[in-house]
């Protein structure tokens, strides 16, 4: 991402950083289209030249699972959270106590070569709720694995 950090002029300086978020979750199905579970985001931010960050965010999340196959789901996911990282202003910066609100959907893919083990291809975007000034949304791209325990119940 590049950020200008100079309203008059924007192009005048600019500062650009890199983003990397690892998002590790534990869900349950608690019914036979509904899953439930606990979320941990870790934002790590490389701002150029040499910053480092680490911001969190933690939470609750639902997903409605459309199709309800062994093999792939196409879901819809909610969730609510807590944690510190502000994308607000033109550089995002630690502000502790905000909540989130976020949306998005997703797909997954069995990789039937191994047992129980999954593509993920989804997106995320987390709506700040506190009342803050030039705040952004944050948008997660995801491609990642997923690994079910108990695949029986997936059918």
Not at 60 to 83: A, I
């Amino acid at each position: 991402y590049i950020r200008f950090a100079g309203e008059q002029n924007p192009f005048q300086t600019y500062r650009e950083h890199h983003e990397y978020t690892w998002n590790i979750n534990i869900g349950i199905r608690v019914s036979k289209r509904v899953f439930a579970g606990i979320q941990l985001l870790n934002v790590y931010l490389f701002e150029i030249p040499a910053k480092k960050s680490y911001y969190t965010i933690y939470g609750l999340f639902t997903q409605y699972d459309f199709f309800n196959k062994k093999y792939h789901r196409l879901f819809v996911e909610s969730s609510f959270g807590k944690g510190n990282y502000c994308t607000c202003d033109y550089i995002p910066y630690k502000v502790y106590n905000l909540y989130y609100l976020g949306i998005g959907m997703g797909y997954d893919l069995s990789l039937k070569w191994v047992p129980n083990l999954y593509l993920d291809l989804s997106f995320m975007r987390y709506f700040i709720l506190n009342n803050i000034k030039k705040k952004f949304s944050h948008t997660q791209y995801i491609v990642g694995l997923n690994y079910r325990l108990i695949s029986k119940l997936h059918r």
